[in-house]
Every structure is written in structure tokens, then in C-alpha cells.
């Protein structure tokens, strides 16, 4: 008898309105996540701090547990913290770094997670996947999907317009993501999931066609719904390949070759992918999302973001180093840095540097 369907791992619960944050208890209770009221709420001691203050009243009953920075010895601890005492669930409320550390503790004691995010600077508040720095740089970690996700718009609109801009950059990336995960079917017969791509791919498309700016509650409506989608569509994937191509390869080679220089996550994928569009021919597209990302005051060349040429070769030259066993545009075209310099230069005259 043929499969007629198949689960998907996603949130019970996606709010993303103004004044989310205020009815908290309220939504947990009514979804049956946590009646009790017994959670673990990990927050950062910057803004995280004035959260709490206003919170705490609402939720009585829940343990407040301070999250230093995004590493994997604080998520460790904040799972032993958390460990043996009976919560319903886990709570990340704040950036990426902090909802990271919760998945990561979450999955570690078999709780389930809900994340609050604060802002929108990656397509982390939904994706199976923690990002922690640790010992030999940044490793990304399998883990559920978070049962909840609620985005105030009213928090997110209290954030620093560059933490949202990122979130820009992260779903636009999606676009040249998907390209490289259809060009690893065509040239090395790589599976591609089309619910997945299609998700992805939908995500990417609704930001970079969207007319609104950081500042219309119809556009963060809009980019908060594509990084939740972008994380579905992991999840449905089972990797990163919808929201993870060559534009993350560079990334994570600004990362590692320049740990104290690089940019946002964000800023470095949207640049990522417009180039990889252009190295593949996609002209018009490549031109497309440098518009956009201008438009949203996000960087479109190296030196926007503080990079010599020769830099910004570099990182690509090592950019496939980063994913071993990833097929992208830079593995197939398996360019020298005379070529990478060449294609680079062709790339800004086309975008009007």
C-alpha cells in the first residue's frame, strides 16, 4: 500500500502579532505546553534582563536562567541546570544565540522548547538546528523543532534595525541555497525534497519581492513567516540544504579566517548569495537580490563590510573547505583566485559598484 502522506515536525503554536509576548502564560496554557505554568526561561543579561521584569509577574511559577554568550559549554550547563527539576518546558526568550542554547539544552534533558524571539537575524528561532561556538570554532547541532513560536512585533521593532536587516540577508539566501541544491541533483544526482525546496524557495521569493521596509509591521510580518518556513523546511529536508548553499560556505570562511573581523550572519549570506548567483549566470537574479539588499541598507561588496578584495578572495577560495561533502556553484566551477578576483570584478561592474 503506498505512503498517502507523511508527518511534519513543526511548532503547535506560531504567533507573530504585536503584544505577543504579553498573553505568554495565557497561549502556553491554552495549548496544553504548559498549564502549570513550571518553566525554564533562558534570557541574556542585556535586554533579556528588562524582559524578565516585565514578565515575571505573568509567569509566577517559572525559573529564570541567565545565558552568558552562544557557546556549547552554556548550553551544556544550562541543561544541568535544568536537569532532574520538573518543567513542562523550556523557554528561549531573546536572540539567536539565546534560543540556540535553549534548543540545544532542551533537546539534552528531552524537554520541548519554545522560543520567543527578539529580533529576526536568522532562520534560527525555527530550524532543528543549534549553531554553537565550541573549542574549533562553530558547529551546528541536530535538535527538535521548538513546539512554539512567538515573535512580538512590538519587541522585534525595539531591536537594533541591523539585527533585522540580518534576517533579511538569511532568507534571501535561501534563493541561491535552493539553485545549488537543484545544480547537486543535475550534476551528482543528490535527492532534492520538493516540499522542502518549494517551502524554501517560497520563503526567499515572499521577502525579496515585498515593497516594505524594517519599519512596516506588514514586512516583519512577512520576514518573520519566511525564517519560519525556512525552518520547517529543514526540518522536512532532515538538513540545511533549503537555507544552506554556497552563500553559507562563504560565510562560515569570514568566520573562520576572520573571527574577530566578519560581519553579521546575515549580512555575509546576502552578500554570499548574490555573488554565487552571478558566478552561475543568474544574471538578472544576482542583480535582483543586490537591489534588495540595498534597499534594506545591507551590504552588497566586501568593502561594505570592512574586506579588501584579496580577502574576500581568500574566503572564497576556502569557502567549500567549510562543508566537506557539500555540492554547491563553487565546487562545480572550482575556480583558482585569478578566476575568483575575475568573476568578482565582473560581479560589481553588474550590480554598480
Request: proline share 5%; net charge negative.
Amino acid at each position: 500500500m503506498p505512503v498517502l502522506t507523511r508527518l511534519i515536525p513543526s511548532p503547535v503554536v506560531v504567533d507573530i502579532t504585536r503584544g505577543a509576548m504579553d498573553d505568554l502564560a495565557g497561549l502556553l496554557a491554552d495549548q496544553r505546553i504548559s498549564a502549570s505554568g513550571k518553566l525554564a526561561i533562558a534570557v541574556s543579561g542585556g535586554s533579556g534582563q528588562a524582559l524578565r521584569e516585565k514578565l515575571a509577574p505573568v509567569l509566577p511559577d517559572a525559573d529564570w536562567f541567565l545565558v552568558a554568550d552562544g557557546t556549547i559549554d552554556c548550553a551544556v550547563k544550562l541543561a544541568d541546570d535544568i536537569k532532574g527539576k520538573r518543567y513542562d518546558a523550556v523557554v528561549g526568550l531573546g536572540g539567536g544565540k539565546i534560543i540556540d542554547v535553549a534548543k540545544y539544552a532542551a533537546a539534552r534533558v528531552g524537554l520541548p522548547m519554545v522560543a520567543v524571539a527578539t529580533n529576526l537575524s536568522h532562520d534560527g528561532i525555527c530550524s532543528p538546528i543549534s549553531t554553537l561556538d565550541n573549542d574549533n570554532g562553530r558547529g551546528s547541532y541536530g535538535v527538535p523543532t521548538p513546539i512554539a513560536i512567538v515573535v512580538d512585533l512590538d519587541v522585534v521593532r525595539d531591536a537594533p534595525d541591523r539585527f533585522v536587516r540580518s534576517g533579511v540577508g538569511d532568507a534571501l539566501s535561501n534563493i541561491s541555497a535552493i539553485a545549488d541544491w537543484e545544480l547537486s541533483h543535475a550534476i551528482n544526482g543528490e535527492p532534492v525534497d520538493g516540499l522542502a525546496a518549494a517551502m524554501g524557495r517560497t520563503a526567499g521569493e515572499a521577502v525579496l519581492r515585498h515593497p516594505g521596509t524594517v519599519g512596516d509591521d506588514e514586512f516583519l510580518t512577512v520576514l518573520a513567516e519566511a525564517l519560519v518556513l525556512t525552518g520547517i523546511a529543514m526540518s522536512i529536508s532532515g538538513d540545511s540544504r533549503p537555507s544552506s548553499g554556497a552563500c553559507h560556505e562563504i560565510s562560515h570562511a569570514f568566520d573562520l579566517i576572520f573571527p574577530k573581523r566578519a560581519a553579521s550572519h546575515g549580512e555575509q549570506v546576502g552578500m554570499g548569495a548574490a555573488f554565487a548567483m552571478h558566478l552561475r549566470g543568474a544574471h538578472a537574479q544576482s542583480q535582483l537580490i543586490a537591489e534588495v539588499l540595498r534597499r534594506h541598507g545591507l551590504p552588497v561588496l566586501p568593502a561594505e563590510i570592512g574586506f579588501s578584495l584579496d580577502e574576500f578572495v581568500r574566503a572564497v577560495d576556502y569557502a567549500p573547505q567549510t562543508r566537506p561533502g557539500r555540492f554547491t556553484i563553487l565546487e562545480h566551477l572550482n575556480l583558482s583566485p585569478d578566476q575568483i578576483k575575475d568573476a568578482y570584478v565582473d560581479y560589481a561592474k553588474a550590480i554598480g559598484s
